[in-house]
């Protein structure tokens, strides 16, 4: 599945959070593939992902406004005459959330809150994507989840999550707004920020056998996830800021290449061709907020949209191993 | 079922929003019927419904302490020592809450994450029950709505009261703090903020008849509803501020009598002895966040704690009306 992302070519398109991991590997594909004109917002706030040298690579210069969403004036500007709205800014780690809540509500909440409203003041007509996540139905009831299983999320970023992404739903309800949600499950690949364990797990397996260390698995690693290489959730973003299905819309990202964590360290450090894993308690902090088994149902927005994840497990690793040894001293 | 409240005699209770609707009313009750030591925060918020005047009646004195719950530090001396908090704090407004939706976030969400930190912080074996809301819901799927009820808030002041009842359970499941949440559904009596229909249609209703207007009726008024008069909330969260199976739980309120909008208008109309009703278009403000008919099941805390609610709604009524008439220059 090969996009065709002339579409794009006169829509002016807004990322925020355009220098974090998503954000900035979306903006690359646009520059690259398409003439729209692109926006991007990062507060590059120390708590979340942000990094100015994700944009390294990109084919064409874009314009970078360096702010918080919550400043309500800047953010005005920014967003008059969008057409399409990648929302992507926010706090990712679950851990931190839960040692300082206030921030995570900032960052995911209030900083949403001040987005939408300023689109429905001067740019009521755009797309707004948002990057909504599996953390909303915590420890699934059934498997696979799909997107009508109980919300049940278990700690305070995967509610602060959650209720931006009901303020996305009520925007569209009431006001209008074109907004569409994706559930985005464990996404990996190049430009994360991988240089401690607090944004996810998954990269901090790739540090650790980049670095020459012990990949550290905790509890016996039989926990599955499904993943998604990062180029796959750039596909899913790009389709649904176009298609006409989707606004309004609440659609589950996904994989059906399961794997549990003991596995993926292995298939690493097999790929990397080098490393090792050991065993080590859960620490109490994460024992808490553990999902146990997750994986997503991603029916709906294959069968309503044609987005299917097109790079397996296997390429996104090697590609991802790739990316980090040749960029070793900004990203390890 | 009249309470025996001795039980909270040696109990420091922290009532936030106390000088509201719900929590003066519970200070008055705690105050006649047991020796309890109440302390009191309200912000008097213009937004939400506090009022000095509420207490009035009260039989002792209690301490209040006039302050935002995101004043950490003096947060932290109410908190200080106290058994049981009844948090009540908070907007609940639906139609503000889509006008100014970042008031709504910091009193219905950034307030509730300061309290509960502060409560793990210096009083982590404290009780602590959570005014939460049909709200919810949304639009119901069944009736009546029982608590699996799916969750989808149809406003913003919806999402924010979920959202601060989700911090709640995960305070209780990864830090331990005692937690129960009660999602009250319409709620009406004395010392309720009437002056205006931003607080709920009921108030309204009441606030017009006392003041010689016609009620007047959005729509065709067959909106279903259950109403709680405020003596039955006060029990439902006197017991749950003590009852041993209350921690990590959540109840929906409730009422077996229902009652259509335009019927409870007739009978405020007919026990009043005089006033008129006439119907009128739904304001697009209000139609877009409607839930339509709702009443709910409270067969959980029946069975659990024992709660049911014990005046009737033509007795609630007797004494709302009785309570305004004797309090006109206060409350209307």
Same mark, same amino acid.
């Given at each position: 599945?090969?996009?065709?992302?002339?579409?794009?070519?006169?829509?002016?398109?807004?990322?925020?959070?355009?220098?974090?991991?998503?954000?900035?590997?979306?903006?690359?594909?646009?520059?690259?593939?398409?003439?729209?004109?692109?926006?991007?917002?990062?507060?590059?706030?120390?708590?979340?992902?942000?990094?100015?040298? !994700?944009?390294?690579?990109?084919?064409?210069?874009?314009?970078?406004?360096?702010?918080?969403?919550?400043?309500?004036?800047?953010?005005?500007?920014?967003?008059?005459? =969008?057409? =399409?709205?990648? @929302?992507?800014?926010?706090?990712?780690?679950?851990?931190? /959330?839960? +040692?300082?809540?206030?921030?995570?509500?900032?960052?995911?909440? +209030?900083?949403?809150?001040?987005?939408?409203?300023?689109?429905?003041?001067?740019?009521?007509?755009?797309?707004?994507?948002?990057?909504?996540?599996?953390?909303?139905?915590?420890?699934?009831?059934?498997?696979?989840?799909?997107? +009508?299983?109980?919300?049940?999320?278990?700690?305070?970023?995967?509610?602060?999550?959650?209720?931006?992404?009901?303020?996305?739903?009520?925007?569209?309800?009431?006001? *209008?707004?074109?907004?569409?949600?994706?559930?985005?499950?464990?996404?990996?690949?190049?430009?994360?920020?991988?240089?401690?364990?607090?944004?996810?797990? =998954?990269?901090?397996?790739?540090?650790?056998?980049?670095?020459?260390? +012990?990949?550290?698995?905790?509890?016996?690693?039989?926990?599955?996830?499904?993943?998604?290489?990062?180029?796959?959730?750039?596909?899913?973003?790009?389709?649904?800021?176009?298609?006409?299905?989707?606004?309004?819309? =609440?659609? @589950?990202? *996904?994989?059906?290449?399961?794997?549990?964590?003991?596995?993926?360290?292995?298939?690493?450090?097999?790929?990397?061709?080098?490393?090792?894993?050991?065993?080590?308690?859960?620490?109490?902090?994460?024992?808490?907020?553990?999902?146990?088994?997750?994986? *997503? /149902?991603?029916?709906?927005?294959?069968?309503?949209?044609?987005?299917?994840?097109?790079?397996?497990?296997?390429?996104?690793?090697?590609?991802?191993?790739?990316?980090?040894?040749? !960029?070793?001293?900004?990203?390890?």
């Amino acid at each position: 599945m090969t996009q065709n992302l002339s579409i794009y070519d006169r829509s002016v398109v807004l990322i925020t959070g355009g220098l974090g991991f998503i954000g900035s590997n979306l903006a690359i594909r646009l520059a690259e593939q398409s003439s729209a004109e692109i926006r991007i917002v990062d507060s590059l706030h120390p708590s979340c992902g942000g990094n100015p040298h !994700n944009l390294a690579g990109i084919t064409r210069p874009v314009k970078i406004h360096r702010f918080d969403l919550r400043e309500i004036s800047r953010l005005r500007e920014v967003v008059s005459g =969008v057409d =399409v709205v990648f @929302n992507l800014a926010g706090n990712v780690s679950h851990t931190m /959330s839960m +040692e300082d809540p206030r921030t995570d509500l900032r960052n995911n909440v +209030e900083a949403h809150i001040c987005l939408l409203e300023t689109c429905r003041a001067v740019s009521p007509r755009a797309r707004i994507i948002y990057s909504s996540t599996r953390q909303c139905y915590g420890r699934a009831q059934r498997l696979p989840v799909d997107e +009508e299983h109980p919300i049940a999320p278990v700690d305070i970023n995967g509610v602060n999550k959650y209720a931006a992404e009901l303020y996305h739903r009520i925007y569209y309800h009431v006001h *209008g707004l074109e907004t569409c949600c994706l559930r985005l499950t464990n996404t990996y690949g190049p430009r994360q920020f991988i240089r401690n364990a607090k944004q996810g797990i =998954v990269g901090w397996f790739f540090h650790q056998v980049l670095c020459g260390e +012990e990949i550290v698995i905790f509890g016996d690693g039989s926990q599955v996830r499904d993943l998604n290489y990062v180029d796959c959730v750039v596909d899913a973003l790009l389709i649904a800021g176009k298609h006409p299905r989707a606004a309004g819309q =609440v659609y @589950n990202l *996904g994989s059906t290449e399961t794997i549990t964590l003991l596995e993926l360290a292995r298939q690493i450090i097999e790929i990397y061709g080098k490393g090792s894993y050991r065993f080590a308690p859960f620490p109490e902090e994460s024992r808490k907020i553990d999902i146990g088994d997750y994986f *997503g /149902s991603f029916a709906r927005i294959r069968e309503e949209m044609g987005w299917t994840p097109r790079i397996t497990l296997r390429e996104g690793i090697r590609r991802t191993l790739d990316f980090y040894e040749r !960029n070793r001293s900004i990203y390890l």
